[in-house]
């Protein structure tokens, strides 16, 4: 009879749909090796037959036999309608797994990473809509209070944003807190039209981004989009997108070019915003007391001892 724990795994995709319909007709070894797969769907679809063998406790003939009983010319297709299940979030992880079986050398990783990095910035330059660039740059210096939101590794990056913004906007807020994204929530529950949230996503696209993007709309909130592509789910939802290449090969996206987009946005920011140099100026001597002076180093010498020194010191009339 079928398990029921099975039953409750068929989310998956097409080919855990199919295991459940043929499951009652499988023989006892099959079904041993489709409990494994239902249990593991995601796994299954990143394992060689070697591995899905070892992890099932089956041997390759039966693995092999076990494709065949699902309709499949034999393993290799199997597992790519497995990987079709998740296109997206495995792409990454098959373009990895060419990328390593290549023989390359630290230096020669390291020295196509940085190419691979600067032809996303360059990609990025050629791409940017000089309208949408001012709209953003306008709608960041209209905005009451502005929130910037993203999960994952855009969490960081919505951090430096929030950072680099502060001088020059009356109100900015991360969208990122220790309670979570319900917490996000609970302030979103008071945005209104005077509000912008800038929110980022790049692959794999966070869910918590996209249903908090579309929460700040439906408050009459309005949005701007960094992300990557136009089919990126926060697209239909902004009022302006700002576009980041962010290819990469053995990760599922470089940052490098978000980050030098964001900084350059910001960079337009600055340069627009009214007493943008008495603004630096005054956040500069505020938080003057959390900088390390240059005088601190020369008392010190590079070694961080005290030497001693024969300089006099100067009157107060001749201090700073």
Not at 65 to 74: E, K, Y
Not at 132 to 149: K, P, S, T, Y
Request: glycine share 6%.
């Amino acid at each position: 009879m079928h398990n029921s724990k099975n039953t409750s795994l068929q989310g998956g995709g097409a080919v855990a749909r199919m295991l459940g319909k043929l499951y009652p007709d499988l023989s006892k070894a099959h079904r041993k090796t489709a409990d494994y797969v239902l249990a593991n769907t995601f796994r299954a679809a990143t394992m060689t037959i070697d591995e899905l063998s070892d992890a099932a406790g089956i041997s390759l003939a039966t693995a092999n036999r076990f494709a065949h009983a699902l309709g499949f010319d034999g393993y290799a297709p199997f597992r790519n309608a497995l990987v079709a299940d998740f296109a997206s979030s495995l792409a990454p992880v098959e373009k990895m797994r060419t990328e390593v079986q290549k023989s390359a050398t630290s230096i020669e990783i390291i020295d196509a990473a940085l190419s691979n990095d600067l032809r996303n910035i360059e990609a990025t330059r050629r791409s940017l809509v000089p309208a949408h660039c001012d709209q953003a740059v306008e709608m960041i210096l209209q905005a009451d209070r502005i929130f910037v939101i993203g999960f994952g590794a855009s969490a960081f990056l919505a951090g430096i944003m929030v950072h680099a913004l502060e001088p020059f906007c009356r109100t900015v807020l991360s969208g990122v807190h220790p309670g979570g994204p319900s917490q996000t929530g609970r302030q979103f529950f008071k945005l209104d039209q005077r509000d912008v949230v800038i929110a980022m996503a790049y692959p794999r696209y966070a869910t918590d981004t996209v249903r908090l993007a579309r929460r700040a709309v439906e408050k009459g909130a309005k949005l701007i989009a960094f992300t990557d592509l136009p089919h990126s789910p926060l697209v239909p939802l902004a009022d302006v997108t700002i576009y980041s290449q962010t290819e990469r090969q053995l990760s599922p996206t470089s940052d490098a070019a978000a980050l030098v987009l964001i900084q350059a946005i910001c960079d337009a920011v600055a340069h627009r915003a009214k007493r943008s140099v008495q603004a630096a100026s005054e956040m500069t001597e505020f938080v003057l007391p959390w900088l390390y002076q240059a005088e601190q180093q020369s008392a010190t010498g590079n070694t961080g001892k005290v030497v001693k020194t024969t300089k006099k010191p100067r009157s107060k009339a001749g201090q700073a």
